[in-house]
């Protein structure tokens, strides 16, 4: 990503590839390995058969965690960093 894009637009890129990619994982993965599965597998192939399904649902978790932090309600405490406005007071000679 280039270095010019908002902040909000990598968030929100973030956030769908999360939804989209969890949501695939669990749909994809749930339905032909675990639907698919031998109850005489043994215990790491049926870890090995889990392993995709917790994966996407570990994304799914990520997504809404991201889409849950807060969003300052001035952008620009949002663009700045921290330490913003004491550089600006040092730029002004105070």
Do not use: H
Request: proline share 6%.
């Amino acid at each position: 990503m280039s270095k010019s894009s908002s902040p909000y637009v990598r968030r929100l890129l973030w956030i769908v590839a999360c939804f989209v990619g969890g949501f695939a994982l669990l749909c994809v993965s749930g339905w032909a390995l675990v639907v698919n599965g031998s109850t005489q597998d043994s215990a790491m192939v049926t870890v090995l058969r889990w392993l995709p399904v917790a994966t996407g649902a570990i994304t799914v978790a990520a997504g809404f965690f991201l889409l849950s932090l807060p969003v300052p309600g001035d952008p620009e405490d949002f663009f700045l960093p921290d330490d913003a406005d004491g550089e600006l007071e040092r730029t002004d000679g105070k």
